[in-house]
């Protein structure tokens, strides 16, 4: 390998985990997105808009596809001008929560509208050919030892915070400083009558 391509290689070394890790969180978010919107698909009256957004003409679901991302663009802007005013914590997670209420929405909304798009030789020409660069552009990212790395620190990640879940909810069943909800709130409780008297 030569000093220029080892150099170039260095360059993109940071930014291919940068990738990885923002392919990663994509992924996470789409599969959750798609695990959300089933249950809530279960519900009888999101059945009856299921069936009405099926039944949408190919420019009312359009609309009805893209409604999602009008809709939480002005919840992502609050949340970016709560972090600027030092509210952090809020801002982030309003900003992760919209996160993941969009995806579950844009998940559920594209398999309920994609047959109707196709319907549109425009819609149906660019949306081949995006799915076929990202399908060749994920595939190779997905070949880099970057992805491969990032990928098994996340599994690995992933594996260690379900085993400390399930050891907190172990230590959190009884005893006595056990930390289920309703002790809490009984404790709170108490303290609040101690206080008021």
């Given amino acids: 390998m030569t000093r220029p391509t080892r150099t170039r290689s260095r360059l993109l070394a940071p930014l291919l985990y940068l990738a990885a890790l923002i392919l990663l969180l994509e992924e996470w978010l789409w599969d959750t997105g798609k695990r959300l919107g089933a249950a809530i698909a279960r519900w009888p009256l999101v059945r009856g808009l299921d069936a009405r957004i099926r039944a949408l003409p190919p420019y009312a679901a359009l609309c009805a596809f893209v409604l999602p991302a009008i809709l939480l663009f002005p919840v992502k802007l609050l949340a ?21 209420g969009g995806a579950a929405a844009v998940t559920r909304l594209y398999a309920l509208t994609l047959p109707s798009l196709l319907t549109l030789a425009w819609f149906a020409r660019w949306h081949g050919v995006f799915m076929a660069f990202k399908d060749k552009w994920v595939g190779a990212l997905k070949r880099t030892l970057a992805y491969q790395r990032t990928s098994r620190s996340v599994l690995g990640l992933r594996a260690r915070l379900r085993r400390a879940l399930a050891a907190w909810r172990r230590r959190s069943r009884g005893g006595r400083h056990s930390l289920r909800p309703t002790r809490i709130l009984r404790r709170f409780a108490a303290m609040w009558r101690a206080r008021r008297r």
């Fill in 80 to 100: 970016l001008l709560a972090i600027a005013n030092g509210h952090v914590v809020s801002g982030v997670l309003a900003m992760v929560l919209a996160k993941i």
